[in-house]
């Protein structure tokens, strides 16, 4: 691994990654990638309880998913873009592979069709 790169741990990331298994979590994410909202317009939009959705809220701002921002007693949320840049950075890792490895494959193959 580069270590100019700034990497979060193998933990952080599985920790990241389950995380973002929970469908509700990843429609927080959603409904707060673009706009800054506070906690009590997130829990409206979903069926389940306040208590739930701050347990989402609070998670995903635990794991860096989040920006929160105290204004009086609300509190606003929003994505936090440079944490997915770090896992994103982690993905392409597997990506790039599988991207030369079909590279490979395929010129392989049109070297087998002249030949």
């Known amino acids: 691994m580069n270590s100019k790169l700034h990497m979060p741990s193998v933990a952080k990331l599985e920790d990241v990654l389950r995380a973002l298994a929970e469908p509700q979590r990843v429609a927080i994410l959603k409904l707060v ?4 909202l506070p906690a009590g317009e997130i829990a409206n939009r979903f069926s389940t309880s306040r208590q739930a959705v701050s347990q989402h809220l609070r998670l995903l701002t635990n794991l860096g998913l989040l920006n929160e921002r105290r204004e009086g007693n ?3 949320y929003r994505v936090k873009r440079e944490a997915f840049g ?3 950075t982690f993905l392409e890792v597997f990506w790039d592979n599988s991207l030369s490895s079909l590279k490979r494959r395929l010129e392989a193959d049109k070297g087998k069709r002249r030949g």
């Open 33 to 36: 990638h673009d706009a800054e």
């Open 74 to 76: 609300r509190r606003l």
């Open 86 to 88: 770090e896992l994103r």
